[in-house]
């Protein structure tokens, strides 16, 4: 049976190894809410992780999906996931079969809300995996960045008022992580249409999708204003100067932003908050 500072100290880990974009502004939170976001992370990379997977069929990914997420709805059951995954086991990362490891790292008290936004995230990636992505209005692309990203800002924003009753707008952090997940989508367009699948509406252009993520990430820059605590500022404002930086990368044809313009930005974000 591992202690609570072993499992803390592999959450910690598996974060690293998995996204440095978050790892970097988590380990500046103070240690109750680096604990609870690492853990509400995890759990949400390891839905996303079946959800991106580029060997497993759409149709069992929405299986794949849509149990797991009704396993979120009651007391969560890691055997009976682990039975759920297992003829898929060697086709996903280590992150995507720990879902249980990564809930019992979390705060007993928030336990229930990490379960019930991870279980209506696996929902909505079910729904899109069914529909093989097929994004053709702004409509659609709304719907998708809200289940992989935007769900992620209601999340945080609810982890902030349970933490130290700071009220956010949740409008403006679903466009907060709608502008951090359509960055993404610009930085991986090329790979994406290698294996058929494309998040950009019918009939636009990069131009339009690159105005779709700057009028998010203009709503993440008003979330802002409302938040007062210094390791939250720190945490927020880390990934939206990043995503803007890369923004400006991709407009001059590069395709990220090298690792000492990331250390560079942080270490500034630091001196400023």
Same mark, same amino acid.
Request: glycine share 4%; aromatic share 8%; charged share 30%.
């Given at each position: 049976?591992?202690?609570?500072? $072993?499992?803390?100290?592999?959450?910690?880990?598996?974060?690293?190894?998995? *996204?440095r974009?978050f790892?970097?502004?988590i380990?500046?939170?103070?240690?109750?809410?680096?604990?609870?976001?690492?853990?509400?992370y995890l759990?949400? /990379?390891?839905?996303?992780?079946?959800?991106? =997977?580029?060997?497993?069929?759409?149709?069992?990914?929405?299986?794949?999906?849509?149990?797991?997420s *009704?396993m979120?709805?009651?007391? @969560?059951? $890691?055997?009976?996931?682990?039975?759920?995954t297992?003829?898929?086991?060697?086709?996903?990362?280590e992150?995507?079969?720990?879902?249980?490891?990564?809930?019992?790292?979390?705060?007993?008290?928030?336990v229930?809300?990490?379960?019930?936004? &991870?279980?209506e995230?696996? $929902?909505?990636?079910a @729904?899109?995996?069914?529909k093989?992505?097929d994004?053709q209005?702004e409509?659609?692309?709304?719907?998708? &960045?809200?289940?992989?990203?935007?769900l992620?800002?209601?999340?945080? *924003?609810?982890?902030?008022?349970?933490?130290?009753g700071?009220? &956010?707008?949740r409008?403006?952090?679903?466009?907060?992580g709608?502008?951090?997940q359509t960055?993404n989508?610009l /930085?991986n367009?090329?790979?994406?249409?290698e294996?058929?699948?494309?998040?950009?509406?019918e009939?636009?252009?990069?131009?339009d999708? @690159?105005?779709?993520?700057?009028k998010?990430?203009?709503?993440?820059?008003?979330?802002?204003k409302?938040?007062?605590?210094?390791?939250?500022?720190? @945490?927020?404002?880390?990934?939206?100067?990043?995503a803007?930086?890369?923004?400006?990368?991709? /407009? =001059?044809?590069?395709?990220?932003? *090298?690792?000492a313009?990331?250390?560079?930005?942080?270490?500034?974000?630091?001196?400023e908050?």
């Amino acid at each position: 049976m591992q202690t609570e500072k $072993q499992q803390q100290k592999e959450a910690m880990k598996m974060l690293k190894d998995t *996204s440095r974009t978050f790892y970097i502004p988590i380990t500046l939170l103070n240690p109750e809410l680096k604990k609870t976001v690492a853990s509400a992370y995890l759990c949400m /990379r390891a839905i996303d992780e079946i959800e991106d =997977s580029e060997i497993l069929a759409s149709d069992i990914k929405a299986r794949l999906l849509r149990e797991t997420s *009704s396993m979120l709805e009651g007391t @969560f059951d $890691q055997s009976a996931y682990e039975a759920l995954t297992a003829p898929y086991a060697s086709m996903l990362p280590e992150v995507a079969l720990r879902l249980g490891d990564w809930l019992d790292t979390c705060p007993d008290s928030y336990v229930p809300k990490v379960k019930e936004f &991870t279980s209506e995230m696996a $929902q909505g990636m079910a @729904f899109w995996a069914e529909k093989d992505w097929d994004i053709q209005t702004e409509a659609d692309l709304d719907s998708y &960045t809200y289940y992989v990203a935007g769900l992620v800002g209601v999340m945080l *924003s609810d982890i902030w008022e349970w933490h130290d009753g700071t009220k &956010t707008d949740r409008d403006l952090a679903i466009g907060y992580g709608r502008g951090l997940q359509t960055v993404n989508i610009l /930085r991986n367009v090329e790979e994406d249409r290698e294996r058929g699948v494309s998040f950009i509406p019918e009939g636009w252009t990069l131009e339009d999708t @690159f105005a779709y993520a700057e009028k998010n990430l203009a709503l993440g820059d008003a979330y802002m204003k409302d938040l007062n605590t210094k390791t939250i500022i720190l @945490f927020c404002q880390v990934p939206l100067s990043l995503a803007k930086k890369t923004l400006k990368a991709l /407009r =001059s044809g590069r395709e990220k932003m *090298s690792r000492a313009e990331v250390e560079e930005t942080v270490e500034q974000i630091k001196k400023e908050v």
